[in-house]
């Protein structure tokens, strides 16, 4: 059960920060740095975006869900 929780999280942990990275930049910090002042037909839509962040949200909500539930395992000594 840790186990397979375990590599959920860490599955879960790879997709945020690949849909954190999908973001679109809004300003001249380090997102313009690694590429993130290219201009793409799909970044500019607001349709896209709003739901980049949609899908951001949900699996933050269930990462952090999946870590305490870990947490709680592991606390309890459930191996």
Known sequence: MILGL?????L???L??????MHKGK?????DMFGGGVTSS???SSVVE????RMTVAV???W???????????????M
């Open 60 to 62: 933050a909500i269930v």
């Open 27 to 31: 300003g001249g910090g380090l997102s």
């Open 6 to 10: 375990s590599i959920f999280v860490m």
């Open 50 to 53: 709003r739901n980049l962040d």
């Open 42 to 44: 799909l970044g500019g």
């Open 64 to 78: 952090i869900l999946a870590i305490v539930v870990l947490g709680l395992l592991l606390n309890r000594g459930a």
């Open 12 to 14: 879960l942990s790879v």
């Open 16 to 21: 945020l920060i690949f849909l954190v990275l």
